[in-house]
């Protein structure tokens, strides 16, 4: 489940000249509360930082594991319920900018994207049933791919962000190079939102019908000999 992200801006205290020394960076916070420190990353692709936490559930039964996840899953500020799962994330950009005598323009723009999965953890009794065993790995699985396709979604679009700060045409004057860079991030960010929530909504109609699917596919792997009882 898909945690709306939060946003840092990360830009030079003064602009420099073209060919100068890049000035210190400051922290300029966007739209959203935290605030995250990254040291100097690589300028040629956006950055993923991400990181794995678990929360343990205990039950016997399908309706014990559906019970637990719904009372010890992470809670989603969208929807303001506990979920099976979540993806945490914040995005911090990066941008210096070269003046000229008669313009202004991005020198350049990292993009990084800090996420933390969020997943459930089964304390699987000694003698639990053989169905309840197998319904539970294929629903973890599930939820894990979920999750991991929240971060590839964001990890896009930081990727689509930095490009398009790069591409910007200088402007005359390095306020209007820095209302320009927000702009873009605004648009972009947007459009990421737009896709989480999407994703989000197909993932869920399709969930009955997509489990039923990967347990069959399951049974026949051990059916066939290519995957543990």
């Given at each position: ?16 000249k073209q060919g100068?020394?890049?000035g210190?960076m400051?922290?300029r916070p966007?739209?959203y509360?935290?605030?995250l ?13 991400k990181?794995y ?10 309706d014990?594991?559906g019970?637990q996840?719904t009372?010890?899953?992470p809670?989603?500020k969208?929807t303001?319920?506990?979920h099976p ?9 990066r ?8 313009s202004?323009?991005?020198a350049?723009?990292n993009?990084?994207v800090?996420v933390k999965v969020i ?7 000694r003698k ?8 539970w790995?294929?629903l973890?699985?599930?939820i894990?791919?979920?999750?991991d ?14 490009d398009?700060l790069?591409a910007t ?6 306020d209007?190079a820095?209302?320009?860079?927000a702009?873009i991030?605004?648009?972009i960010l ?5 896709a989480?929530?999407q994703?989000?909504r197909?993932e869920?109609i399709?969930f009955?019908s997509?489990?039923l ?7 026949e792997?051990?059916?066939n ?5």
């Open positions: 489940m898909y945690d709306p992200p939060r946003i840092n801006s990360v830009a030079s205290a003064t602009a420099v100068g020394r890049r210190n400051t922290k966007l739209r509360a935290l605030m420190a990254f040291a100097a990353l690589p300028a040629d692709a956006a950055s993923l930082v990181t936490s678990y929360f343990s559930i205990g039950g016997r039964t399908l014990d594991i019970t996840l009372k010890r899953g809670q989603v969208s303001g319920m506990r799962g979540a993806t945490q994330m914040a995005f911090t950009t941008v210096s900018y070269a003046q000229k005598s008669n202004c323009g991005i350049d723009a993009v990084i800090k997943l459930p953890e089964w304390r699987r009794p639990a049933d053989v169905g309840v065993r197998l319904f790995d294929t973890s699985a599930d894990k791919r979920h999750e396709r929240h971060v590839e979604i964001a990890k896009n679009h930081a990727r689509e962000l930095e398009a790069k045409y200088p402007q005359k004057t390095c209007m820095k209302a320009r860079a702009e991030t605004a648009a947007a459009k990421h939102d737009r989480q929530v994703f989000d197909v869920t399709n009955e997509r489990i699917r990967l347990l069959r596919y399951r049974m792997r051990i059916e000999g290519r995957l543990p009882g």
